[in-house]
């Protein structure tokens, strides 16, 4: 299957500060990324969709202001979570779509202190 | 919201068969039934989809009654490897755009 993968694996930040996580199709171009956020012992949670090129589409519930998507190019998009709270600590998925499947990154680990 | 419900653990002796049942009553006609699984702290890994024909991989085989209501997916020869949660998704097939909703899946055990 297609390789995606996500940078970094895990982070640990303070209070109020910006986290940028990217996710980067390796061997194909995703002109659709997804962003999921999964808590411990849940499910994945569906956060937004990136389309390469334009404005990404969120979830309801989901803050576009909070958690700003770029996706610049057919392998790349990245997810920010500005002024991160503990509440935010989470696993962050990225998952790259192609018309009949769909591949997902490693995931993300971020510890908001 | 999820269209798919499955039992939320199972347990399978090592060796033995694994045989995971999902229930989709409300699939539509245009929806392939796809099967991700996720190791504890990964990503989910792709394992198998398929419409309405049982389908088969070096893995594991898809079953999906002839009214498409409800699939199965079987481990042949469960290891402890397979240990993880299993979900049954629900999607349209043929656009990049279409999403793949989680429900909360099947933890799967494997007993030495």
């Known amino acids: 299957g297609a390789v995606v993968s996500q940078h970094p694996s895990r982070v640990i930040c303070k209070s109020g500060t910006s986290v940028k996580i990217e996710c980067r199709s390796l061997?194909?171009?995703?002109?659709?990324m997804f962003w999921y956020r999964q808590f411990p012992k849940k499910s994945l949670m569906l956060m937004a969709t990136?389309?390469?090129?334009?404005?990404?589409?969120?979830e309801q519930g989901v803050e576009k202001d909070k958690f700003l998507i770029n996706h610049a190019s057919l392998t790349l998009s990245t997810l920010t979570v500005t002024s991160a709270h503990p509440e935010d600590s989470s696993f962050y998925i990225c998952?790259?779509?192609?018309?009949?499947?769909?591949?997902f990154g490693p995931g993300t680990r971020l510890t908001v202190l | 919201d999820a269209k798919t419900t499955q039992p939320p653990s199972m347990d399978c002796a090592e060796g033995r068969a694994a045989n995971l049942p999902c229930n989709h009553s409300?699939?539509?006609?245009?929806?392939?039934v796809y099967w991700y699984r996720q190791i504890h702290s990964q990503g989910p890994q792709y394992i198998i989809h398929?419409?309405?024909n049982n389908e088969t991989n070096e893995m594991t085989s898809l079953i999906i009654t002839e009214d498409r209501k409800s699939s199965t997916l079987i481990l042949p020869h469960a290891t402890l490897r397979d240990t993880a949660v299993y979900y049954c998704i629900v999607r349209v097939w043929g656009g990049a755009t279409n999403k793949l909703i989680f429900g909360t899946g099947t933890l799967l055990a494997v007993q030495p």
């Open positions: 998952s790259a779509s192609g018309a009949e499947m769909a591949f």
């Open positions: 990136s389309n390469e090129g334009s404005k990404a589409t969120y």
């Open positions: 409300t699939i539509s006609g245009n929806e392939y």
């Open positions: 061997d194909f171009q995703a002109t659709t």
């Open positions: 398929g419409l309405k």
